[in-house]
Every structure is written in C-alpha cells, then in structure tokens.
C-alpha cells in the first residue's frame, strides 16, 4: 500500500476520494491501477496527470475540472461538471 500525505489536502476531498462511498472514488480507483496517471497536491486540490500532462483537478467542494480529454473524465458523476 501506498502511503499518502494527506496534511495539505481538503477533508471535504479526502471523504470524496477515499471513502468507498464517495463521488471521486472510482477515480481513486483507477489511479492506482494505472501507471501513466501520477497525482500531486496543490492548494488542497488533486492535480492528476496522465503521461506528465494535465488531465483533470479535484477539489473539495467545488466542480471537477477537466483540462484534457481522457477516460478518467468518464468516471465523474455527470451532476457534479457545470
């Protein structure tokens, strides 16, 4: 298992990604499964990036933000993009 600092990282985004029941869950789920996709922390957001490049960030309360096409994008819940 992979350990992961948390310290920076929104409760609201944590109880989305980790909690089984959460919306970004599946999301999680492929990460782990996926070696091209690295995910990195920034102003309590998960910045996610498929092959070095930008695809998708995560905050807590927020909507999704997709910056590339990918299949991640798919794994969100519809009524969470605006």
Known sequence: MIEHDTTNMCSHLQKKLFNEEGVY???WQAIQNDDEITAVIRSRR????RNGKKVLVLPGKAAPKII???SLNEL?????LK
């Open 25 to 27: 869950y599946p999301i």
């Open 46 to 49: 998960l910045h996610i990036y």
């Open 68 to 70: 590339r096409e990918d």
């Open 76 to 80: 969100l819940p519809k009524d969470l």
